[in-house]
C-alpha cells in the first residue's frame, strides 16, 4: 500500500506580497515520483509557488508538507531538495566536475565518494567526455545538463525545475524534453517542474496543475485537461492554436435545445448538461468553445468567408469569419485554400463544451470524477 504521506502536500497555502496576493489558498497534492507541471501565464504565481516550496520564500498562511514533515521553517539546505533554475547559475571558473561536485563538498563528503558520485552522474547524463571543460565551452544544452547533474549528485527527494529549457533553441528544447522524460523514469524521483509552455507541460507531466492569479483551477492529467476543460480559462489557455469560444444563449432541453449567438443557430440536442441549464430553462447565457480540430470541412453547414492561411507543415491553421465571429480551423494540407474563399463549416457537436455564464464553470455533464 503506498504512503499517502509521503509526496508534497499543499494546503491551504496563501502567499501576499504587501498588498498584492501571489498565491491564494492553495491545495495542491503532488504523489512521491510523480512529474507535475505547474502552469499558467506570467504573474499567475507559478515561480512564487516553487520558491515557497524551495524555502526560498515563506507562505504567509498554511502548510507545506514533503514526505510527511512539514517544512514551513526549515532553510532550503535542510528541506532535502534541489532547484534548477532557468540560468542555470554555473560557476564559471569551475570545471564541469567541480560544478557537479560542488554541493557534494559542502557536506564534506570524502573525496573518493565525490569523485564516484560525479562519475556516475555524469554517465547517466552523458557528460563524461566533458567533465574537464569549462561552461563557456559548452553548448546550451549542455549547460543544462550540468546544472541538472548538480542537483542530481544530492540525491534529493524532490527536484524543483524553474523553466529551465526556456533559454534553449526549439530543436534542443525539444532534445531536451526526451531527456529529461528519460531521467525521470530513470530515477523515479518527484519533480515540480515551472512552465508557461503547454507543449512541456503537455509531453512531460505526469498531472498538470493550471493557475491563474494565484488559484488552481484545474489539476489533472494533461489529456483531461485538454478534453475536459473545466472552465473557461483553461479551455482558452490550453491548446495551440486555442479553442474557439463564442458567447451566446441556450434555450430548451432534449430534442429541441438550440444555441444562438447573433444570427448563428446551433442545435445541440445531443449534448447532456448538468445543473439547471439541464432543465430547459429559457435564454441562459453561456459561453460554446470547440477546438480548431473539431470542425467538419464539407457541403453541408453554415457558409463562412477565409479570411488568413498559415501553412504549417504537417497542417495548416485557417481562420474564418463565421457569423460575425472569427475561429480558427486545423486543415490537412492536401486541403488547397485562400483567402475569401467561401466554405461550410459545421462543429461536432459531440465535442463541443458549454460553460455557464457569468461564472465560466464548464456545465457539460461528462466531468471528471
Known amino acids: 500500500m503506498t504512503d499517502t504521506s509521503l509526496g508534497i502536500h499543499i494546503e491551504c497555502v496563501s502567499k501576499s506580497f504587501d498588498d498584492v496576493l501571489a498565491v491564494d489558498t492553495l491545495d495542491l497534492e503532488i504523489r512521491k515520483g510523480e512529474f507535475v507541471s505547474i502552469l499558467g501565464p506570467s504573474g499567475c504565481g507559478k515561480t512564487t509557488l516553487l520558491r515557497m516550496l524551495a524555502g526560498l520564500e515563506q507562505p504567509s498562511k498554511g502548510t507545506i508538507s514533503i514526505d510527511g514533515a512539514v517544512v514551513n521553517d526549515l532553510p532550503p539546505s535542510k528541506r532535502n531538495i534541489a532547484m534548477v533554475f532557468q540560468t542555470y547559475a554555473l560557476y564559471p571558473h569551475m570545471t564541469v566536475a567541480a560544478n557537479i561536485e560542488y554541493p557534494l563538498k559542502k557536506r564534506r563528503t570524502p573525496k573518493a565518494d565525490r569523485t564516484r558520485l560525479v562519475h556516475e552522474v555524469a554517465a547517466v547524463l552523458q557528460l563524461e567526455q566533458l567533465l574537464q571543460r569549462k561552461p563557456r565551452e559548452l553548448s546550451g544544452g549542455q549547460q543544462q545538463r550540468v546544472a541538472l547533474g548538480r542537483a542530481l549528485v544530492r540525491d534529493p527527494a524532490v527536484f524543483l525545475l524553474d523553466e529551465p529549457l526556456s533559454n534553449l533553441d526549439a530543436k534542443l528544447r525539444a532534445h531536451m524534453r526526451a531527456e529529461l522524460i528519460l531521467l525521470h523514469r530513470r530515477i523515479g524521483r518527484t519533480m515540480v517542474y515551472v512552465t508557461h509552455d503547454q507543449l512541456e507541460a503537455m509531453t512531460m507531466s505526469d498531472r498538470i496543475a493550471v493557475l491563474c492569479d494565484g488559484t488552481l483551477q484545474q489539476f489533472e492529467a494533461p489529456n483531461d485537461i485538454y478534453s475536459r476543460p473545466r472552465n473557461k480559462f483553461v479551455a482558452g489557455f490550453i491548446g495551440t492554436p486555442s479553442m474557439n469560444l463564442i458567447e451566446g444563449r441556450l434555450s430548451g432541453t432534449g430534442d429541441d435545445r438550440v444555441f444562438r449567438s447573433g444570427d448563428w443557430t446551433l442545435p445541440i440536442r445531443d449534448l447532456a448538461l448538468t445543473g439547471e441549464t439541464a432543465n ?24 463562412a468567408r477565409v479570411t488568413v492561411v498559415e501553412p504549417a507543415g504537417h497542417e495548416v491553421i485557417v481562420v ?17 485554400l485562400r483567402p475569401d474563399d467561401r466554405v461550410r463549416l459545421t462543429p461536432k457537436v459531440d465535442k463541443l463544451h458549454v460553460f455557464s455564464e457569468p461564472d465560466g464553470r464548464r456545465i457539460n455533464d461528462d466531468l471528471p470524477k
Open 280 to 303: 430547459g430553462i429559457q435564454d441562459v447565457p453561456v459561453t460554446v468553445g470547440f477546438r480548431p480540430e473539431d470542425i467538419l470541412l464539407g457541403d453541408t453547414g453554415d457558409e
Open 320 to 336: 474564418c469569419r463565421f457569423h460575425g465571429h472569427d475561429i480558427l480551423l486545423r486543415v490537412s494540407p492536401d486541403i488547397r
